[in-house]
C-alpha cells in the first residue's frame, strides 16, 4: 500500500477508535490542533510516565518541575526567541502554497542521498560478496556526481542559514531546480522571515497591559528556575531538572497530523555541567535517550541520528534521533548543547547573578547545559503508527478475515486488560465485576459484556488491550478463566488467583525501566 495511504489509515484509526480527534470538530476543526480521547489520553500518560521515571526515578541528580506557560516577556528577548525563532517562508506562486525555504532544500538534499543510497543497493545485488561499497562510492560517475551536486549545496545552504541571507536561499531553490511538491512549478516568491510565537494581552485594564508569549519551548521556565532549584534541592554540578508540559508554535507547514501541531507537549530535561565538559555530556545523553527509545521494542533499524549542519541560535553542537513513521524518517527528539547561552543571557537580562559556586575549585561559574527535548506526540504517534497492523487471520474457525491490531508495549498500552462474561445471565456478569473489582486498583481495565466474544476481542485488538479474560460457565465451578493474548491470539486456561502475577509481570513500567540501567 502506498505510505499517504497507510497514513491515512492510521489516522481514520485514531479517530475511530478514540485516539486522537481533530480539534473543535463541530465547528469544522482548527488548523494543526488535535484533542486527544480516551485512549490517546491513557497511552500519553503511559509515556510521560516511562519518560519522567527513567529521567526522575533513575538519577538521583534529576529532579522535575512545572512552571508556569505565562512567562515574562523579557525571557523571550533574553533567550534570543524575540529576534531569532523564525521560520524562512517562500510561496509558491501557482500553487499558493506556502512553504519553509529551509525545509525545501533539506528535503531536496535528502532525495539526492537517496539516490545515491539506490545506486549502491542496486551495485550491491548485482555484485554479491564482491561488491566493494567505498571504491564504488569513490569511483562511480553518478554517485560521484551526486556527491558534488550534494555538498555544493549544502555548503551553500549552510553559509546562508548562519548569515541569515534570505536572498541566497532563494538562489540555492533556483538553482537546484527545486519544484513546488504540490503543483510541479518553480514559480517562486522571495524569502521572508515569519516570528513563531503566539502572544496575547495579559492584564485587563489597557493601561496596564502588555504583551506575553505562548512558551515556545519549556525550557526556558527551567532555565529562570536554575538558582531556585539549585538552592532548594541543594544540588551538585553535574545536575538535572526535568520538565514536562505545552508548547506553542504557530507553524507554517502545520502538515503531517500530529508530527507539525500548533500546540504541543514537550518533555525536556536541562543538564547543567561545568564548561569544557559539554561534549563529554553530549555524547553521554545521545547514547541514554536513544537507549531509551529503542526500550519501547520497534526495532533498532527504526531510529537514527541526524547531526544538524545549520544550529539554533542556542546551540554549539546538535543531533536529532528520528524514527521511520510511514512517510519516512522524522525528528522525534533533538539533543542539545547550549553552552551557557541561556542562563547567561538571562543573567545580562534580568540583572540578576546566576552562577554556581563550585566547593572543591573555590570558583563561582555560569554553569553550561545540555538539553534533551522530545516532543510528545511525534513520540505517541511513532507508537500508533508501529503498533498498527493488519493481519489476516482465521476468526473463530470461519474463513480468514483481517483484523486490526494495535502492537503497543504492553506497558504504554491504554488498556491493561479486558474483561469479558462469555453471556449476559447465568452469574456470569457478577462473577467477571468482581474479578474487574480485584483488578481494577492496579490496571486500567474494561469491562465488556456486548456482542459475540469475537467482536469484542476485535474492539480490544484495535485499541492494543494486551489481555483478555473471559468468564464462561466453567468459570463458576472451578474459579478459572481463558486468558488470550493480544498478538498470538493463543488462550490459555488459568486460575483467577494467578491472573495479577501472569499480568503484572508483563505491564509493569519497571520491565522498561530495567533496560535502561
Ligand atoms: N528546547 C529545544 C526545543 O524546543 P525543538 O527541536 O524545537 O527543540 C523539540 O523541539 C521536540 O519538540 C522536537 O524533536 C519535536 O519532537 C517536538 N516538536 C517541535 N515542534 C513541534 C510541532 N510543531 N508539533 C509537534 N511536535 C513538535
Same mark, same amino acid.
Given at each position: 500500500?502506498?505510505?499517504?495511504?497507510?497514513?491515512?489509515?492510521?489516522?481514520?484509526?485514531?479517530?475511530?477508535?478514540?485516539?486522537?480527534?481533530?480539534?473543535?470538530?463541530?465547528?469544522?476543526?482548527?488548523?494543526?490542533?488535535?484533542?486527544?480521547?480516551?485512549?490517546?489520553?491513557?497511552?500519553?500518560?503511559?509515556?510521560?510516565?516511562?519518560?519522567?521515571?527513567?529521567?526522575?526515578?533513575?538519577?538521583?541528580?534529576?529532579?522535575?518541575?512545572? #512552571?508556569?506557560?505565562?512567562?515574562?516577556?523579557?525571557?523571550?528577548?533574553?533567550?534570543?526567541?524575540?529576534?531569532?525563532?523564525?521560520?524562512?517562508?517562500?510561496? +509558491?506562486?501557482?500553487?499558493?502554497?506556502? /512553504?519553509?525555504?529551509?525545509?525545501?532544500?533539506?528535503?531536496?538534499?535528502?532525495?539526492?542521498?537517496?539516490?545515491?543510497?539506490?545506486?549502491?543497493?542496486?551495485?550491491? +545485488?548485482?555484485?554479491?560478496?564482491?561488491?566493494?561499497?567505498?571504491?564504488?562510492?569513490?569511483?562511480?560517475?553518478?554517485?560521484?556526481?551526486?556527491?558534488?551536486?550534494?555538498?555544493?549545496?549544502?555548503?551553500?545552504?549552510?553559509? %546562508?542559514?548562519?548569515?541569515?541571507?534570505?536572498?541566497?536561499?532563494?538562489?540555492?531553490?533556483?538553482?537546484?531546480?527545486?519544484?513546488?511538491?504540490?503543483?510541479? #512549478?518553480?514559480?517562486?516568491?522571495?524569502?521572508?522571515?515569519? +516570528?513563531?510565537? &503566539?502572544?496575547?494581552? $495579559?492584564?485587563?485594564?489597557?493601561?496596564?497591559?502588555? *504583551?506575553?508569549?505562548?512558551?515556545?519551548?519549556?525550557?526556558?521556565?527551567?532555565?529562570?528556575?536554575?538558582?531556585?532549584?539549585?538552592?532548594?534541592?541543594? $544540588?551538585?554540578?553535574?545536575?538535572?531538572? %526535568?520538565?514536562?508540559?505545552?508548547?506553542?508554535?504557530?507553524?507554517?507547514?502545520?502538515?503531517?497530523?500530529?508530527?507539525?501541531?500548533?500546540?504541543?507537549?514537550?518533555?525536556?530535561?536541562?543538564?547543567?555541567? #561545568?564548561?569544557?565538559?559539554?561534549?563529554?555530556?553530549?555524547?553521554?545523553?545521545?547514547? %541514554?535517550?536513544?537507549?531509551?527509545?529503542?526500550?519501547?521494542?520497534?526495532?533498532?533499524?527504526?531510529?537514527?541520528?541526524?547531526?544538524?549542519?545549520?544550529?539554533?541560535?542556542?546551540?554549539?553542537?546538535?543531533?536529532?534521533?528520528?524514527?521511520?513513521?510511514?512517510?519516512? &524518517?522524522?525528528?522525534?527528539?533533538?539533543?542539545?548543547?547550549?553552552?551557557?547561552?541561556?542562563?547567561?543571557?538571562?543573567?545580562?537580562?534580568?540583572?540578576?547573578?546566576?552562577?554556581?559556586?563550585?566547593?572543591?575549585?573555590?570558583?563561582?561559574?555560569?554553569?553550561?547545559?545540555?538539553? *534533551?527535548?522530545?516532543?510528545?506526540?511525534?513520540?505517541?504517534?511513532?507508537?500508533?503508527?508501529?503498533? &498498527?497492523?493488519?493481519?489476516?487471520?482465521?476468526?473463530?474457525?470461519?474463513?480468514?478475515?483481517?483484523?486490526?491490531?494495535?502492537?503497543?508495549?504492553?506497558?504504554?498500552?491504554?488498556?491493561?486488560?479486558?474483561?469479558?462474561?462469555?453471556?449476559?445471565?447465568?452469574?456470569?456478569?457478577?462473577?467477571?465485576?468482581?474479578?474487574?473489582?480485584? $483488578?481494577?486498583?492496579?490496571?486500567?481495565?474494561?469491562?465488556?459484556?456486548?456482542? #459475540?466474544?469475537?467482536?469484542? /476481542?476485535?474492539?480490544?485488538?484495535?485499541?492494543?488491550?494486551?489481555?483478555?479474560?473471559?468468564?464462561?460457565?466453567?468459570?463458576?465451578?472451578?474459579?478459572?478463566? *481463558?486468558?488470550?493474548?493480544?498478538?498470538?491470539?493463543?488462550?490459555?486456561?488459568?486460575?483467577?488467583?494467578?491472573?495479577?502475577?501472569?499480568?503484572?509481570?508483563?505491564?509493569?513500567?519497571?520491565?522498561?525501566?530495567?533496560?535502561?540501567?
Amino acid at each position: 500500500m502506498a505510505k499517504d495511504d497507510i497514513f491515512k489509515k492510521i489516522i481514520a484509526h485514531c479517530k475511530e477508535y478514540g485516539f486522537i480527534f481533530p480539534s473543535s470538530e463541530i465547528y469544522d476543526g482548527l488548523g494543526a490542533v488535535y484533542d486527544y480521547g480516551q485512549n490517546g489520553a491513557e497511552l500519553k500518560n503511559n509515556i510521560k510516565k516511562y519518560w519522567w521515571d527513567a529521567m526522575v526515578l533513575l538519577n538521583e541528580n534529576i529532579v522535575g518541575i512545572d #512552571s508556569a506557560i505565562f512567562m515574562h516577556p523579557r525571557i523571550w528577548e533574553a533567550s534570543g526567541h524575540v529576534g531569532a525563532f523564525n521560520d524562512p517562508l517562500i510561496d +509558491n506562486k501557482d500553487s499558493k502554497k506556502r /512553504y519553509r525555504a529551509d525545509t525545501l532544500i533539506e528535503d531536496f538534499l535528502d532525495k539526492l542521498e537517496d539516490k545515491i543510497h539506490k545506486e549502491l543497493e542496486k551495485a550491491r +545485488n548485482k555484485f554479491g560478496d564482491d561488491f566493494d561499497e567505498e571504491k564504488f562510492k569513490e569511483t562511480n560517475p553518478r554517485v560521484l556526481e551526486t556527491r558534488k551536486k550534494i555538498n555544493e549545496i549544502k555548503s551553500r545552504y549552510i553559509k %546562508a542559514s548562519e548569515k541569515e541571507d534570505l536572498g541566497e536561499l532563494k538562489q540555492i531553490i533556483l538553482d537546484a531546480g527545486i519544484a513546488c511538491p504540490e503543483s510541479g #512549478s518553480k514559480n517562486w516568491t522571495d524569502v521572508r522571515q515569519f +516570528n513563531l510565537m &503566539f502572544s496575547t494581552q $495579559l492584564g485587563s485594564v489597557n493601561e496596564d497591559t502588555y *504583551t506575553i508569549y505562548l512558551r515556545p519551548e519549556t525550557a526556558q521556565g527551567i532555565f529562570v528556575n536554575f538558582l531556585n532549584v539549585q538552592k532548594t534541592a541543594r $544540588l551538585k554540578i553535574p545536575f538535572g531538572i %526535568a520538565q514536562i508540559g505545552k508548547a506553542f508554535r504557530n507553524e507554517i507547514v502545520a502538515r503531517q497530523f500530529v508530527l507539525r501541531m500548533r500546540e504541543f507537549e514537550q518533555m525536556e530535561m536541562q543538564y547543567f555541567i #561545568s564548561p569544557g565538559t559539554e561534549m563529554k555530556w553530549y555524547e553521554f545523553w545521545k547514547n %541514554a535517550r536513544m537507549k531509551w527509545h529503542k526500550a519501547i521494542g520497534m526495532g533498532d533499524e527504526k531510529y537514527r541520528f541526524h547531526d544538524h549542519d545549520k544550529l539554533a541560535h542556542y546551540a554549539n553542537a546538535a543531533t536529532d534521533i528520528e524514527f521511520k513513521f510511514p512517510t519516512g &524518517f522524522k525528528e522525534v527528539e533533538g539533543i542539545h548543547s547550549r553552552t551557557d547561552y541561556d542562563l547567561g543571557n538571562h543573567e545580562e537580562f534580568s540583572g540578576k547573578k546566576i552562577q554556581y559556586f563550585d566547593n572543591e575549585t573555590n570558583k563561582s561559574y555560569c554553569p553550561y547545559v545540555v538539553e *534533551t527535548s522530545i516532543g510528545l506526540d511525534r513520540t505517541l504517534f511513532s507508537i500508533i503508527s508501529n503498533a &498498527f497492523t493488519q493481519e489476516k487471520v482465521d476468526w473463530e474457525g470461519s474463513a480468514k478475515e483481517e483484523r486490526v491490531v494495535m502492537k503497543i508495549h504492553p506497558a504504554l498500552t491504554p488498556v491493561k486488560l479486558a474483561v469479558l462474561p462469555l453471556t449476559k445471565k447465568d452469574g456470569l456478569p457478577e462473577k467477571a465485576r468482581e474479578i474487574m473489582d480485584n $483488578l481494577k486498583l492496579d490496571f486500567n481495565c474494561q469491562y465488556e459484556e456486548k456482542d #459475540s466474544i469475537g467482536r469484542r /476481542y476485535r474492539r480490544q485488538d484495535a485499541i492494543g488491550t494486551p489481555f483478555c479474560i473471559t468468564v464462561d460457565h466453567q468459570t463458576l465451578d472451578d474459579n478459572t478463566v *481463558t486468558v488470550r493474548y493480544r498478538d498470538t491470539m493463543k488462550q490459555e486456561r488459568v486460575n483467577i488467583s494467578r491472573l495479577q502475577e501472569i499480568m503484572g509481570e508483563k505491564v509493569s513500567m519497571k520491565k522498561l525501566l530495567e533496560k535502561l540501567k
